[in-house]
């Protein structure tokens, strides 16, 4: 008997107005509540709050709805202190209060690490930040509408690619932030503004940074209005007329002293935003290591040495170990820099089995692994087999955390400390790390 396909009727969404309570927070800061026994999340909501929302979305095991009315303000709800925050994709978390940001972020960390590693652990003292002027690079997204023949610079708006235009962020470090009105009047006078691709500003303690990405070759004119612009606000001026290629045209090369050694960096590379937090976590991971003369220490996804440098200083040997050539080559300068010569620096895809690898043939009574949001699957199933007695994972990711410590607890490691590092202020995001012992 033949069978014809009916496809499933869709369900009308039931946009009417509905009173919920919001029970708790989920890991991106939207507020959670229950509706026909599954979670509705609602962003903007905090927990304790009676709120009055709409469904945007309905799928059979959750729901996500827009505030139409705040009825009942939880005693931590605060007055958001940035006028874009309504619009702006960042700092979303900016009507809660600083300390029950950091309460909510220590208990997140928490549950996850308990849910999936399978330990319940008290956190140490979370590392703090500065409230604002935190952040030393920022990228500027920048878009020419034709229609309106207008240049818009600034931050991406929230679940759009639409752009909220900015010339004052108080999370960015006072200094680049004062350079914003200065680039807005700059790239406005540009006679060709669809060239551009975007902007990026970076604080060293030498300089100040500004990266402008061009899809095409400047015009003249734009040229000089960039040097200009460099040189009466005394930046360092890169241009980026292609993805791999970037050509500094006025100022010196921008570098940072932060924990005992100095670091050289283009802006292109990867450095952590918040140097205080930085400082800190640095100086937190070294002391979890216990470090000895005698040690031979592996930094994975290592960088520009911002943990190995530093190490090097107080062991017999370290290995850093990164998967941009590029930075390799920038470590093993800054290595010299500091007149440092027990750090080596290897490239590798340490998603790779790293059998075949020379330094991997070493062993190594401690690693520092630092991975990107994907966090470290495959490598981090290695370690113990490198002679590992200590290892320390820093990590922007709690989610991927979680589950390399299940590879790390079934080696014979026991998680014995656990600390949040706000690196992000007025946001979801957390930084963390771990101590593994074995």
């Not at 827009?66 to 303000?73: F, G, Q, S």
């Not at 700092?91 to 399978?118: P, S, T, V, W």
């Not at 009047?185 to 975007?198: E, I, R």
């Not at 990405?213 to 040229?223: E, I, M, V």
Request: proline letters at 4%; aromatic letters at 6%; one cysteine or more.
């Amino acid at each position: 008997m033949a069978r014809f396909f009916q496809p499933k009727k869709k369900t009308q969404l039931n946009t009417k107005h509905q009173s919920v309570t919001i029970e708790n927070l989920d890991h991106h800061g939207a507020g959670i509540a229950y509706l026909d026994n599954k979670p509705l999340f609602i962003e903007g909501a905090l927990p304790s709050e009676q709120v009055v929302t709409q469904l945007t979305e309905s799928k059979s095991k959750y729901a996500r709805g827009r505030m139409i009315k705040l009825v009942n303000a939880s005693a931590q709800r605060i007055e958001p202190f940035c006028p874009h925050f309504s619009q702006c994709g960042g700092c979303n978390m900016q009507h809660l209060e600083l300390k029950a940001q950091r309460e909510y972020k220590q208990r997140a960390l928490k549950q996850l690490m308990a849910k999936f590693a399978k330990q319940d652990i008290e956190l140490d003292e979370f590392v703090a930040s500065p409230e604002l002027g935190y952040r030393r690079r920022a990228r500027l997204s920048v878009w020419f509408d034709k229609k309106a023949s207008q240049l818009q610079i600034g931050f991406r708006q929230k679940a759009s690619k639409q752009i909220v235009s900015v010339q004052n962020c108080p999370v960015l470090e006072p200094s680049l932030n004062q350079l914003l009105p200065h680039i807005h009047a700059c790239l406005n006078q540009f006679a060709d503004p669809t060239s551009l691709g975007h902007v990026e500003i970076v604080k060293g303690d030498n300089a100040r940074v500004l990266l402008v990405r061009h899809t095409r070759p400047l015009k003249n004119k734009d040229a000089q209005l960039l040097q200009d612009l460099a040189s009466e606000q005394q930046l360092t001026l890169y241009l980026m007329p292609q993805s791999d290629e970037l050509v500094r045209i006025h100022g010196d090369a921008p570098s940072y002293q932060e924990t005992g050694v100095e670091m050289a960096f283009e802006p292109t590379h990867f450095i952590q935003v918040n140097q205080s937090v930085n400082r800190d976590m640095v100086g937190k991971a070294l002391d979890w290591l216990a470090l000895t003369k005698q040690d031979q220490v592996l930094d994975l996804f290592c960088g520009l040495g911002n943990f190995t440098l530093p190490l090097a200083k107080q062991v017999e040997a370290v290995v850093g170990v990164e998967g941009v050539d590029e930075m390799v080559l920038k470590a093993r300068a800054n290595a010299k820099l500091n007149q440092l010569d027990n750090a080596q620096f290897y490239h590798a895809d340490l998603e790779q089995p790293l059998t075949t690898q020379a330094w991997a043939k070493q062993k190594f009574n401690k690693i520092l692994l630092d991975p990107a949001r994907a966090g470290a699957a495959g490598i981090v199933d290695q370690l113990a087999a490198l002679g590992a007695s200590r290892v320390v994972y820093v990590s922007c990711n709690p989610a991927t955390l979680a589950r390399d410590s299940q590879s790390l607890l079934s080696q014979g490691f026991r998680l014995q400390r656990l600390c949040m590092l706000d690196m992000f202020p007025h946001t979801s995001h957390l930084e963390s790390m771990a101590l593994f012992v074995k």
